[in-house]
């Protein structure tokens, strides 16, 4: 809680360790160091947010696009309903995008960010079922991403414009299948189907 209130630079292990009721040696050693035991904490945080509901894989469906739209819908739900389970673990990769701390980052891309990617990716392969060059891939997949992320960083000025992000399970699953849609269109596209490039 400490270190996703104030960020790693201003957190207290004396904070933290009265708000645990232990002994401030306890980190020393337990961890070693304050730098430790920040990178376990993001250790728990990341994977926590990718195991609180199994990710869909493209092996899971006959059809890649079924995938794709499984995919969305469960990253979707990761990031609006299942950051709201570990509310601390959202403010922890705020305050790391703004202050990066060395080692932090890389936990969240190895336990979080790197499955979902390197999944969504297969996913994005098997759609457009031809080879691309891997700047072109890579441009799809973070299209993807971006569409599953852009209603949590965007959700004040969503809110505003009068459009705001779902929170119940149906109304994510609602918008999902809309992006999942979009998705697969472009992707089909890539693939030669309707038109293409």
């Known amino acids: ?19 645990a009721g232990a002994n401030v040696s306890a980190v020393k050693y337990h961890y070693g160091s304050k730098e430790s035991l920040y990178l376990a904490v993001w250790s728990v945080a990341a994977e926590q947010m990718v195991t609180s509901e199994p990710m869909p894989t493209v092996e899971d469906f006959e059809d890649p696009k079924d ?7 469960w990253f979707m739900r990761l990031v609006l309903i299942e950051s709201k389970t570990h509310p601390w673990a959202g403010r922890l990769l705020a305050h790391e995008t703004v202050s ?23 996913i994005v392969k098997a759609i457009v ?3 691309m ?9 973070f299209a993807v991403v971006a569409l599953c992320v852009n209603p949590k960083h965007s959700c004040e ?41």
């Open 133 to 141: 060059p891997a700047k072109t891939h890579d441009d799809l997949v």
């Open 67 to 73: 995938a794709l739209r499984a995919f969305v819908a």
């Open 1 to 19: 809680e400490e270190f996703a209130r104030v960020g790693f630079a201003s957190a207290s292990v004396r904070a933290i360790c009265d708000a």
């Open 157 to 197: 000025i969503l809110t505003k414009l009068g459009h705001p992000p779902p929170e119940s399970k149906a109304g994510i699953n609602r918008m999902a299948k809309v992006m999942a849609e979009f998705a697969i269109s472009g992707l089909s596209g890539f693939a030669g189907e309707g038109g293409g490039r």
């Open 129 to 131: 079922g031809k080879p």
């Open 100 to 122: 990066p701390t060395p080692g932090a980052l890389d936990m969240f891309v190895k336990h979080c960010a790197g499955p979902v990617t390197r999944e969504i990716s297969r």
